[in-house]
């Protein structure tokens, strides 16, 4: 590797003889001999190993600091224009943001794939390893913060001015390894390896106080005012990581906080002397963002998750504030016009009491105006109809960590209710269910009745969703505030899902319809004309079988077992939960199981059976499912009666990277939740796009899926919603399914002696004890109904011709699901926020 070195910038001119083009092209030059020149470059003066020691690892980070050299002045450019120009701005606050593997990303967004990968060969280098070398940050636990990704890249794509805030956890979602069938969690230090994408800003920095009291104090004008004297301080430093829109010039920016020691705070240690207390304030303050709590754990309730929830609000409002007071010197009587604030869940609904402190307290404004604003500026959207996932804060708790918050929500709950006693009079009922303070058991601080009161608008994440939201856990809000509640559709991007995952699938796409449907979903439509056409289902089939080849290595390489890519494909990958029902799909396997052992000449057409998820790590049943997946599936892949016809796989540690691999293999996608309480799910998005099937129940967004997909295109079972209300209001008895179905009593007995356990009666008793007892999410009820379906799908999928066909089908008709229809609704329903075109001149 020779290069010539421009003596005055340091930057290459020449690479092994070829010109790069001009000085300065080494960071910005798209071409692959410019990307190449800069790789050198990179490996030289920012990764400064010699040629000898070069590993694909050091080319991975090389390459990664070139491609965000590429994002630099765009990204320079967006910023400065929503300085500079008068756009709204939306700010999605979010605790996760699961954003996977940011390189290909890129590469894809900037145009810049062929060119990387010619410029890795020139390197002697092979761009897919390369790729292979990032890890992913797992800065969340699933759904809730892989939307808030989708949602970034829909915004940039879309040319929205926006700021993505949340957390920098220094450690991720645990990583999950699986050890004689049980989960084990080990800690994701994802930076350890340093991370080539993000700026860390040290100058951007924001105090956090926490714990202490308030006092009065009359102010210079002779005003009545409240101050807070906090017991402990600390701060938020920033760290920006640019998101690049695909095919356009807007470059989007993600803060996450991480929190340190305030410096005085230990220089005071140190001038006394006390040199260990100073070191001992700084660890204390960095286990602030230190961690990612894992949802549905039983001790997620702590004052520490609070700590986490108010830290990165404040920081990100005061940011807020603070480029707003920058921004041509904006009165806040501008607030709503130039900002629109969307709340992700409850979590960061401290916000609404926050931005009311910092309007009275620090901005000296009065409260009607201060609400006024606050409520003007937020959004709200609800993820969950669970009653046990409502978060609620017990008030001890909130009141010795945040004492001035709990004074401002005391005042907007004795305004709010007031307000609903004039609308509501002699209702105290009513009052006692909608107001902030709760009351049942000990008292406590209801964060989505704040969440609220404090937006002007209020969304579900899928129309049935939206629905019961206003039928159940906020229906008093409802009958208050008709007008604040609506329903946006989650998405999906297209670009990480389709485009990067299924390389395969987006040349037939380019070959057939065009590139359009890389910004505008809806043309896969296009393919309707297609499914006709014999040739274009062999290629359709070809792209499918290759994907599951692509797996099968990979399932390979992770656990052992061989899979055949000609067997059907059955898919549930997603957090292990009851109501998702993992153990449902387990009973179908049980069930086929049961029949081949007992009838010797019977055939099924084969299937793989592929689960992945990782169970919060003190939650007991979802890690006793994990048990029962693996031992069920120990049990079949070794009996030679039963492993002709399937294969059952748990893939450890799925994540955004192998999820890369899982859809784009997948021929049935399984979305089997108890009808009601899955409030959208988003993998049903990614699976329909890539041409999976759904088996599915009446619930989340399956109702839309198949609403698009045409009802003959889905495989529908369960019951409904409004059924499950009744049955169990009707007192449901799960002995009553088993008496009446000699199959399903069979297949329990299975389990329950201990047929996948090497006889042991006992590991697996909880899961029976629970069918047979509990079964909150009325497994057993939908088991008939589920088996006679599956039964149905297997009789379709003999017929190749006809299942090539609906899987065209449910790709061509999944526009809907892009992330860039919903985050359109968003930004004209709610957020009121308009395209910025960048220019780079
Ligand atoms: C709360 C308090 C303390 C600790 C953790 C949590 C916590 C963290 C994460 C609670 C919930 C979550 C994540 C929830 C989530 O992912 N919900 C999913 O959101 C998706 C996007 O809208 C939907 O598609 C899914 O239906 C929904 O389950």
Same mark, same amino acid.
């Given at each position: 590797?020779?290069?010539?070195?421009?003596?005055?910038?340091?930057?290459?001119?020449?690479?092994?003889?070829?010109?790069?083009?001009?000085?300065?092209?080494?960071?910005?030059?798209?071409?692959?001999?410019?990307?190449?020149? $800069?790789?050198?470059?990179?490996?030289?003066?920012?990764?400064?190993?010699?040629?000898?020691?070069?590993?694909?690892?050091?080319?991975?980070?090389? &390459?990664?600091?070139?491609?965000?050299?590429?994002?630099?002045?765009?990204?320079?450019? +967006?910023?400065?224009?929503?300085?500079? &120009?008068?756009?709204?701005?939306?700010?999605?606050?979010?605790?996760?943001?699961?954003?996977?593997?940011?390189?290909?990303?890129?590469?894809?967004?900037?145009?810049?794939?062929?060119?990387?990968?010619?410029?890795?060969?020139?390197?002697?280098?092979?761009?897919?390893?390369?790729?292979?070398?990032?890890?992913?940050?797992?800065?969340?636990?699933?759904?809730?913060?892989?939307?808030?990704?989708?949602?970034?890249?829909?915004?940039? %794509?879309?040319?929205?001015?926006?700021?993505?805030?949340?957390?920098?956890?220094?450690?991720?979602?645990?990583?999950?390894?699986?050890?004689?069938?049980?989960?084990?969690?080990?800690?994701?230090?994802?930076?350890?390896?340093?991370?080539?994408?993000?700026?860390?800003?040290?100058?951007?920095?924001?105090?956090?106080?926490?714990?202490?009291? +308030?006092?009065?104090?009359?102010?210079?004008?002779?005003?009545?005012?409240?101050?807070?004297?906090?017991?402990?301080?600390?701060?938020?430093?920033?760290?920006?990581?640019?998101?690049?829109?695909?095919?356009?010039?807007?470059?989007?920016?993600?803060?996450?906080?991480?929190?340190?020691?305030?410096?005085?705070?230990?220089?005071?240690?140190?001038?006394?002397?006390?040199?260990?207390?100073?070191?001992?304030?700084?660890?204390?303050?960095?286990?602030?963002?230190?961690?990612?709590?894992?949802?549905?754990?039983?001790?997620?309730?702590?004052?520490?998750?609070?700590?986490?929830?108010?830290?990165?609000?404040?920081?990100?409002?005061?940011?807020?504030?603070?480029?707003?007071?920058?921004?041509?010197?904006?009165?806040?009587?501008?607030?709503?016009?130039?900002?629109?604030?969307?709340?992700?869940?409850?979590?960061?609904?401290?916000?609404?009491?926050?931005?009311?402190?910092?309007?009275?307290?620090?901005?000296?404004?009065?409260?009607?105006?201060?609400?006024?604003? +606050?409520?003007?500026?937020?959004?709200?959207?609800?993820?969950?109809?669970?009653?046990?996932?409502?978060?609620?804060?017990?008030?001890?708790?909130?009141?010795?960590?945040?004492?001035?918050?709990?004074?401002?929500?005391?005042?907007?709950?004795?305004?709010?209710?007031?307000?609903?006693?004039?609308?509501?009079?002699?209702?105290?009922?009513?009052?006692?269910?909608?107001?902030?303070?709760?009351?049942?058991?000990?008292?406590?601080?209801?964060?989505?009745?704040?969440?609220?009161?404090?937006?002007? *608008?209020?969304?579900?994440? *899928?129309?049935?969703?939206?629905?019961?939201?206003?039928?159940?856990?906020?229906?008093?809000?409802?009958?208050?505030?008709?007008?604040?509640?609506?329903?946006?559709?989650?998405?999906?991007?297209?670009?990480?899902?389709?485009?990067?995952?299924?390389?395969?699938?987006?040349?037939?796409?380019?070959?057939?319809?065009?590139?359009?449907?890389?910004?505008?979903?809806?043309?896969?439509?296009?393919?309707?004309?297609?499914?006709?056409?014999?040739?274009?289902?062999?290629?359709?089939?070809?792209?499918?079988?290759?994907?599951?080849?692509?797996?099968?290595?990979?399932?390979?390489?992770?656990?052992?077992?061989?899979?055949?890519?000609?067997?059907?494909?059955?898919?549930?990958?997603?957090?292990?939960?009851?109501?998702?029902?993992?153990?449902?799909?387990?009973?179908?396997?049980?069930?086929?199981?049961?029949?081949?052992?007992?009838?010797?000449?019977?055939?099924?057409?084969?299937?793989?059976?592929?689960?992945?998820?990782?169970?919060?790590?003190?939650?007991?049943?979802?890690?006793?499912?994990?048990?029962?997946?693996?031992?069920?599936?120990? +049990?079949?892949?070794?009996?030679?009666?039963?492993?002709?016809?399937?294969?059952?796989?748990?893939?450890?540690?799925?994540?955004?990277?192998?999820?890369?691999?899982?859809?784009?293999?997948?021929?049935?996608?399984?979305?089997?939740? %108890?009808?009601?309480?899955?409030?959208?799910?988003?993998?049903?998005?990614?699976?329909?796009?890539?041409?999976?099937?759904?088996?599915?129940?009446?619930?989340?967004?399956?109702?839309?899926?198949?609403?698009? $997909?045409?009802?003959?295109?889905?495989?529908?079972?369960?019951?409904?919603?409004?059924?499950?209300?009744?049955?169990?209001?009707?007192?449901?008895?799960?002995?009553?399914?088993?008496?009446?179905?000699?199959?399903?009593?069979?297949?329990?007995?299975?389990?329950?002696?201990?047929?996948?356990?090497?006889?042991?009666?006992?590991?697996?008793?909880?899961?029976?004890?629970?069918?047979?007892?509990?079964?909150?999410?009325?497994?057993?009820?939908?088991?008939?109904?589920?088996?006679?379906?599956?039964?149905?799908?297997?009789?379709?999928?003999?017929?190749?011709?006809?299942?090539?066909?609906?899987?065209?089908?449910?790709?061509?008709?999944?526009?809907?699901?892009?992330?860039?229809?919903?985050?359109?609704?968003?930004?004209?329903?709610?957020?009121?926020?308009?395209?910025?075109?960048?220019?780079?001149?």
């Amino acid at each position: 590797m020779t290069d010539v070195v421009n003596t005055i910038s340091g930057e290459s001119t020449e690479h092994n003889g070829k010109p790069v083009g001009p000085t300065g092209q080494t960071r910005s030059g798209m071409t692959a001999d410019a990307l190449r020149a $800069a790789v050198s470059d990179h490996l030289l003066y920012s990764i400064a190993r010699p040629p000898a020691v070069l590993t694909p690892e050091h080319y991975y980070r090389a &390459l990664s600091l070139a491609v965000r050299d590429r994002m630099q002045k765009r990204w320079m450019a +967006t910023t400065q224009d929503f300085l500079d &120009l008068s756009s709204k701005v939306t700010c999605y606050l979010s605790a996760e943001f699961l954003m996977g593997p940011q390189l290909g990303n890129n590469l894809l967004n900037l145009g810049i794939e062929a060119e990387a990968r010619q410029a890795m060969a020139d390197l002697g280098q092979d761009l897919d390893v390369i790729l292979d070398c990032e890890g992913e940050p797992g800065l969340g636990n699933g759904g809730l913060g892989r939307l808030a990704a989708c949602y970034l890249d829909s915004l940039a %794509t879309l040319e929205r001015p926006a700021i993505g805030y949340g957390i920098r956890y220094e450690f991720g979602i645990f990583k999950q390894e699986i050890q004689d069938g049980w989960q084990v969690e080990k800690t994701d230090n994802w930076l350890v390896r340093g991370n080539p994408w993000e700026i860390d800003k040290p100058d951007a920095a924001y105090t956090v106080n926490w714990g202490g009291h +308030t006092e009065t104090y009359e102010d210079v004008t002779g005003k009545f005012r409240v101050r807070w004297l906090p017991q402990r301080v600390l701060k938020g430093v920033s760290y920006d990581t640019p998101v690049q829109g695909y095919g356009v010039n807007t470059c989007n920016t993600l803060t996450l906080w991480s929190a340190r020691a305030v410096e005085s705070f230990a220089l005071d240690a140190f001038n006394t002397g006390d040199f260990y207390k100073a070191v001992d304030e700084e660890v204390v303050s960095e286990t602030v963002s230190k961690v990612l709590y894992p949802n549905d754990e039983p001790e997620a309730g702590k004052r520490l998750r609070l700590l986490q929830q108010y830290f990165f609000v404040t920081c990100s409002l005061q940011d807020i504030l603070n480029i707003h007071l920058l921004r041509a010197h904006l009165p806040l009587s501008a607030l709503p016009d130039k900002w629109a604030i969307q709340l992700n869940d409850t979590h960061p609904s401290i916000a609404v009491a926050e931005l009311m402190r910092l309007l009275i307290d620090e901005h000296q404004l009065g409260w009607d105006e201060a609400w006024d604003l +606050t409520v003007r500026t937020f959004g709200y959207t609800n993820h969950t109809l669970l009653p046990e996932a409502l978060e609620t804060w017990p008030l001890r708790i909130f009141g010795e960590a945040l004492p001035r918050h709990l004074e401002l929500i005391y005042e907007i709950n004795d305004r709010f209710l007031a307000e609903v006693r004039a609308k509501f009079p002699d209702d105290e009922d009513r009052i006692r269910r909608m107001s902030l303070i709760g009351e049942d058991g000990g008292k406590t601080v209801r964060m989505a009745h704040l969440a609220t009161v404090g937006s002007h *608008a209020v969304n579900g994440v *899928a129309a049935l969703h939206s629905e019961l939201l206003k039928a159940s856990v906020l229906k008093d809000f409802y009958g208050m505030w008709p007008e604040r509640f609506g329903n946006v559709t989650n998405g999906v991007t297209p670009r990480r899902f389709l485009a990067l995952s299924n390389p395969g699938l987006r040349e037939l796409l380019d070959d057939t319809i065009g590139t359009g449907w890389m910004t505008d979903l809806e043309r896969l439509h296009g393919l309707e004309a297609f499914v006709d056409d014999p040739a274009f289902r062999q290629r359709w089939r070809d792209v499918k079988r290759a994907n599951k080849s692509r797996l099968a290595e990979y399932v390979h390489t992770a656990t052992g077992i061989e899979l055949d890519p000609t067997w059907m494909f059955d898919v549930q990958v997603k957090r292990i939960h009851e109501y998702k029902r993992q153990h449902l799909m387990v009973l179908h396997i049980i069930t086929l199981y049961h029949r081949l052992k007992n009838d010797p000449t019977l055939t099924i057409p084969p299937r793989v059976f592929i689960f992945g998820g990782k169970a919060a790590p003190g939650y007991f049943m979802a890690k006793r499912i994990i048990k029962l997946i693996n031992a069920v599936g120990e +049990t079949v892949n070794a009996d030679p009666q039963v492993n002709r016809f399937m294969r059952v796989v748990f893939l450890p540690n799925f994540n955004v990277k192998n999820a890369h691999l899982v859809y784009p293999a997948a021929n049935l996608s399984e979305q089997i939740s %108890t009808a009601g309480k899955e409030a959208s799910g988003t993998g049903n998005m990614k699976f329909m796009i890539n041409g999976a099937l759904t088996i599915g129940t009446l619930d989340g967004a399956n109702v839309e899926i198949r609403q698009e $997909a045409g009802a003959e295109n889905f495989f529908l079972f369960g019951l409904t919603e409004g059924q499950v209300e009744k049955v169990k209001a009707e007192g449901y008895r799960p002995v009553d399914y088993i008496d009446a179905d000699p199959e399903l009593a069979a297949v329990l007995e299975l389990i329950a002696r201990g047929d996948f356990t090497h006889g042991d009666t006992e590991v697996l008793r909880p899961i029976v004890d629970n069918f047979v007892h509990h079964d909150s999410f009325l497994a057993l009820a939908d088991y008939r109904s589920y088996i006679n379906c599956q039964d149905e799908v297997s009789k379709v999928w003999l017929d190749g011709e006809a299942w090539t066909r609906m899987s065209i089908r449910n790709t061509a008709r999944s526009g809907k699901f892009s992330s860039d229809r919903a985050i359109a609704e968003y930004c004209d329903e709610i957020w009121g926020v308009g395209p910025m075109s960048v220019d780079l001149d």
